[in-house]
């Protein structure tokens, strides 16, 4: 909708200015400076003299903003007022190219709350949501001088991040599968670790069951301590009393 109202706008200028900020990312004042000596075609980029951040940089140009590039330079060649352009490729003052995106082409579009600063981010997220660049690429490409405003397009390249280390994933055979937690089988003893609890008798076999199975051989608990009480007439033991609660608190010990 925004094309199509720029196409049909009165000023010729407008689309093209309109597709190069979404096709190149670059600022309204390197638009609008930008002359047909600074094209390499041959290269593929725009050389851009005078920038925001006071540093010149080399922009890469797509195929559409080469071809955008080709038609504006076939209109000037045609343009008897070319001189009073002076070489730039967009014959636009900043507000010529103010009042016709915002008087003109806004209204008849329909988008609500959009500026011409804003095509600039737009295409920087499109670059970042392709996967196809990284972080360093992309400040190549936009000219911020620091990158810590890029950031904000961080999260866009984070899922792509996750499919290109897909990409590169050893061969790990088969899919993983959790098999739960490994039981020890050898003797502890022989591992260094002293043995704690009743002895387990591993040469009795396996006690079979009614259902034809077999259960853990048989503990072997120590046979309770036996207090002797003896009769203070005879001197004799007169009878064997074991006492339940020394054994138990000795086994808790154990």
């Known amino acids: 909708a925004l094309l199509d109202a720029a196409r049909n706008d009165e000023n010729p200028y407008l689309e093209p200015a309109i597709v190069l900020a979404l096709e190149t990312a670059m600022r309204r004042g390197e638009l609008l400076s930008l002359r047909a000596a600074d094209i390499n075609f041959e290269l593929r980029y725009a050389f851009l003299r005078e920038t925001k951040n006071g540093r010149s940089r080399k922009v890469p140009l797509s195929t559409r903003a080469m071809q955008v590039i080709r038609a504006l330079m076939e209109l000037q060649a045609d343009d008897s007022n070319k001189s009073e352009a002076d070489g730039r490729l967009l014959s636009l003052t900043p507000n010529a190219l103010k009042k016709g995106f915002f008087d003109r082409v806004i209204p008849k579009s329909g988008v609500v709350d959009l500026h011409f600063h804003d095509l600039r981010h737009e295409a920087i997220s499109r670059f970042a949501e392709s996967g196809r660049f990284g972080l360093l690429e992309l400040q190549s490409i936009s000219g911020h ?110």
């Open 145 to 254: 001088r620091d990158m810590r405003m890029l950031q904000r397009y961080a999260h866009l390249c984070a899922g792509n991040l996750a499919v290109k280390m897909d990409e590169i994933q050893v061969n790990m055979g088969e899919s993983y599968v959790h098999r739960g937690r490994l039981r020890r089988t050898g003797n502890r003893e022989e591992d260094g670790v002293p043995s704690v609890g009743p002895q387990v008798d591993h040469s009795l076999s396996p006690r079979p069951t009614v259902g034809g199975g077999a259960t853990h051989p048989e503990i072997i608990l120590p046979e309770p301590e036996v207090e002797c009480k003896s009769s203070a007439a005879s001197g004799k033991c007169s009878g064997q009393v074991i006492n339940f609660s020394d054994e138990v608190r000795r086994r808790a010990r154990a």
